[in-house]
């Protein structure tokens, strides 16, 4: 089975700030890794995915995420905090193979400060 | 590409009621997917069609729920005699065939219990 672990359930930046959010995968098969975004009342939006071509995955808004074999890690960057990024943050995991069987973690809420 | 439409977007209900939400899925789409997210929590998998039939299903899914997508389209969730612990967010989402095809989410129908 797998699973993910979000390391921080608040993370707070300032404007222009680097953003880190942490996500650390378990899964018993090479996995397929997913980044979505939540706004309050509204659904996810996907961010970005890693399903196994370049290691250093780009998405909308300007993050990325580094697949990490050796730290089973997938964490989420963006070099300039914004406003607009304040949100739910959710990293998800599926076994390759089996997209139907997506386990999210407990998302971290990012706030951002003027 | 209109995106996965839910409805309603809220229902507030009695105890002991019942409940049904509506998912049209992204119409080329033919996998559909609900889920229960409560707060602070990322979602849980609740079950899963493939066009018409219903794949998989969660522990999660007790006898009072039941999900239907009759025509390979649309999707029902029904809830009958509600009680207060179904009170939740739940999310829709569809994604193509292929494995490594990311699920796109709707915006959810909250579900509040009196």
């Known amino acids: 089975a797998q699973s993910v672990t979000q390391l921080g359930s608040h993370v707070s930046v300032s404007e222009g700030a680097l953003v880190l959010l942490r996500c650390n995968y378990s899964s018993s098969v090479p996995p397929y890794l997913f980044w979505y975004v939540q706004y309050p009342n509204q659904g996810l939006q996907l961010l970005l995915k890693y399903t196994s071509a370049a290691t250093l995955v780009k998405g909308i808004n300007g993050f990325e995420a580094e697949f990490k074999k050796s730290e089973t890690s997938f964490h989420l960057t963006k070099p300039s905090a914004h406003m607009s990024d304040a949100a739910e943050y959710f990293c998800?995991?599926?076994?390759?193979?089996?997209?139907?069987?997506?386990?999210f973690g407990a998302g971290t809420r990012l706030t951002v400060k003027p | 590409d209109t995106g996965v439409s839910q409805n309603p977007r809220h229902k507030i209900t009695k105890r002991g009621q019942n409940v049904t939400f509506r998912c049209d899925p992204i119409s080329e789409h033919n996998r559909l997917y609900w889920y229960r997210q409560t707060l602070g929590q990322g979602p849980e998998f609740l079950t899963y069609?493939?066009?018409?039939?219903?794949?998989?299903k969660s522990r999660l899914l007790s006898d009072r729920f039941s999900a239907e997508r009759p025509k390979g389209s649309f999707s029902t969730l029904e809830i009958q005699r509600t009680e207060q612990g179904d009170s939740a967010m739940y999310l829709c989402?569809?994604?193509?065939?292929?494995?490594?095809?990311?699920?796109?989410f709707g915006d959810g129908t909250r579900l509040s219990i009196l």
């Open positions: 998800a995991v599926t076994p390759r193979g089996n997209n139907n069987d997506m386990r």
């Open positions: 069609f493939q066009n018409e039939a219903q794949l998989e």
């Open positions: 989402a569809s994604s193509s065939t292929g494995w490594d095809q990311p699920q796109h």
